[in-house]
């Protein structure tokens, strides 16, 4: 069983950065492609960005990318988003997610694709 732990959460001003982590238990972590999602109130959760187990290829939601980075340690069995350039219409709960047979090593936008999950870090951001 792996486990996933957020944190770097909290609120922050339009314009502003955030980091998030997310901890995986287990020596396994370095096969898993890795995902971040975010889901607003009232919305479905969404594809933020992912990750391949070889941390050379990476994905991204389009309204993101530029402002969002998502990178992995393998030895130190985390992932990370660096969030830039917040916007209000960034505010969500965010959750990793590890995907242990994900096609090609590359990381997938479906999340039914993703066997574990964190339970999340809320990021809020104020105009």
């Known amino acids: 069983q792996v486990q996933l732990v957020e944190s770097g959460g909290g609120l922050v001003q339009a314009g502003g950065s955030l980091r998030l982590s997310c901890a995986a238990s287990?020596?396994?972590?370095?096969?898993?492609?890795m995902g971040w999602f975010r889901q607003a109130p009232g919305k479905e959760r969404e594809f933020v960005a992912g990750i391949s187990r070889d941390t050379v290829r990476t994905n991204y939601l389009a309204s993101v990318k530029g402002r969002f980075t998502i990178s992995r340690d393998n030895a130190k069995n985390t992932v990370y988003l660096q969030m830039d350039s917040l916007s209000p219409e960034d505010t969500a709960v965010y959750y990793c997610?590890?995907?242990?047979?994900?096609?090609?090593?590359?990381?997938?936008?479906?999340?039914?694709?993703?066997?574990?999950w964190g339970q999340g870090t809320q990021v809020t951001v104020s105009s």
């Open positions: 997610a590890a995907d242990r047979d994900p096609p090609s090593g590359i990381s997938q936008q479906n999340a039914r694709a993703y066997d574990y």
């Open positions: 287990g020596r396994t972590f370095s096969s898993f492609a």
